[in-house]
């Protein structure tokens, strides 16, 4: 890692199992305009949520060394599937790295309900993590709270779906019962999700409030960087984008371009069992 305090040149590395964490990319460079970013989408592997902690972790352990190996000063975790299953593990073994994990936002959803019913979406992994537990254990008391893991989801945003019927029925099933319920609070505990809001503000309604993570997240990574390095935006410095995916970079291209219409290079990446990650070169 660079040394503290040299605000020149720092980058930051952001990852998830597919394209979800470019909702965290988007806020980030919407808040901090001129940080390089450097990101990893595991679609080899997506989705996650329906894997083994372990296995998630060892993901998670193995993108973050090679975000290091890329000369990253700090690394957002922007899964909240791969934060329930590793955030704690990566914090003990990589200490000296500044890392930003997500959680579902139950704390503010808690703080902001009036009709006190929220409604949580988010995959199977999350909602078994110790994390969601503890949330909903330190911030749940006298809430109603209505989880649904959105089955099949994540799939449908991967394929570009964003619109399509099926992906508009598996939000009609899970929101009914939601709103049956008289829930005023939605939270996006997925960074796949901020990608159909549209659809979800079609079948809730706009008195909905709904929460994603992703513009806190965003602020956390610029406070961490102001007091670990003494980062400062520049406004006349355009941010460089590194994107990596390990499945294919055709495709990985043509989603970046519907969701962030960001230029960068686009890089394939290829799992080596036990040595991580490794860049495919072209021949
Ligand atoms: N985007 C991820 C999350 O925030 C993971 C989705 C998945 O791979 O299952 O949970």
């Avoid at 006298?142 to 893991?149: C, K, N, P, R, S």
Wanted: proline share 5%; hydrophobic share 40%.
């Amino acid at each position: 890692m660079k040394s503290r305090n040299s605000n020149t040149a720092v980058k930051i590395g952001i990852f998830d199992s597919g394209i979800g964490g470019l909702s965290v990319v988007r806020a980030t460079h919407e808040l901090l305009p001129g940080l390089d970013i450097i990101y990893v989408a595991d679609q080899a592997h997506v989705p996650y949520g329906r894997r083994q902690m372990t296995e998630i972790r060892s993901f998670s352990e193995q993108i973050t060394r090679f975000l290091l190996a890329q000369g990253v000063d700090l690394v957002v975790v922007a899964c909240n599937t791969a934060s329930a299953a590793a955030l704690k593990y990566l914090r003990q073994t990589f200490p000296s790295l500044p890392i930003v994990g997500m959680e579902p936002a139950v704390k503010p959803a808690s703080q902001q309900s009036l009709t006190r019913a929220v409604g949580i979406l988010a995959t199977p992994a999350t909602f078994q993590g110790e994390l969601y537990q503890s949330l909903v254990h330190k911030y749940g008391e006298g809430l109603q709270i209505y989880q649904d893991t959105c089955a099949g989801l994540v799939e449908e945003i991967e394929a570009g779906h964003l619109k399509g019927s099926n992906t508009r029925h598996i939000l009609e099933m899970a929101l009914e019962p939601m709103l049956a319920n008289k829930v005023d609070t939605i939270v996006l505990g997925c960074t796949h999700y901020p990608f159909v809001l549209s659809l979800l503000r079609e079948i809730a309604g706009d008195k909905i409030q709904v929460i994603d993570p992703a513009p806190a997240v965003a602020r956390r990574v610029g406070t961490l960087l102001k007091s670990e390095f003494d980062y400062q935006d520049h406004p006349d410095k355009k941010a460089s984008f590194n994107f990596f995916t390990s499945a294919a970079p055709i495709l990985f291209q043509y989603q970046i371009d519907t969701l962030l219409g960001y230029q960068g290079e686009i890089q394939k990446l290829i799992w080596k069992n036990e040595d991580g990650l490794e860049i495919e070169t072209k021949e």
